[in-house]
């Protein structure tokens, strides 16, 4: 069965960076996209960025554009998230998901995702 483990999160203030990272198993990685969400208190979960293993294409929200990274490592069956310039609204839950494909998941949200990792905690401080 696939698993998804997410690290690297953590407190940081605002202006600064962090890179999360999703080690992936139990499935053909380069069949397959792997993409981030964050989930902040009391609102709903939100795609922020997706890789699509086959072809390396990304894609981003609007809110990240130009200050997060989305890249994956294929021997190592990893996706990292190079998140720069963080500021407070930042902060959230994010999750690593798996899913069929980039669009599916950045254009029908969760309903796009087949698994879940667990979640790891970023915090920005102002």
């Known amino acids: 069965e696939p698993q998804l483990v997410e690290s690297g999160g953590g407190l940081v203030q605002a202006g600064g960076s962090l890179r999360l990272s999703c080690a992936a198993s139990?499935?053909?990685?380069?069949?397959?996209?792997i993409g981030w969400f964050h989930q902040a208190p009391g609102k709903e979960r939100e795609g922020v960025s997706c890789i699509s293993n086959s072809d390396g294409r990304t894609r981003y929200a609007e809110s990240v554009k130009g200050r997060f990274t989305i890249s994956s490592d294929n021997a190592k069956n990893t996706v990292y998230l190079q998140m720069n310039s963080l500021r407070p609204e930042d902060t959230a839950v994010y999750y690593c998901a798996l899913t069929i494909t980039c669009a599916a998941m950045m254009e029908h949200g969760t309903i796009g995702v087949d698994y879940w990792g667990k979640g790891t905690l970023v915090t920005v401080s102002s």
């Open positions: 139990g499935f053909d990685f380069d069949r397959y996209a």
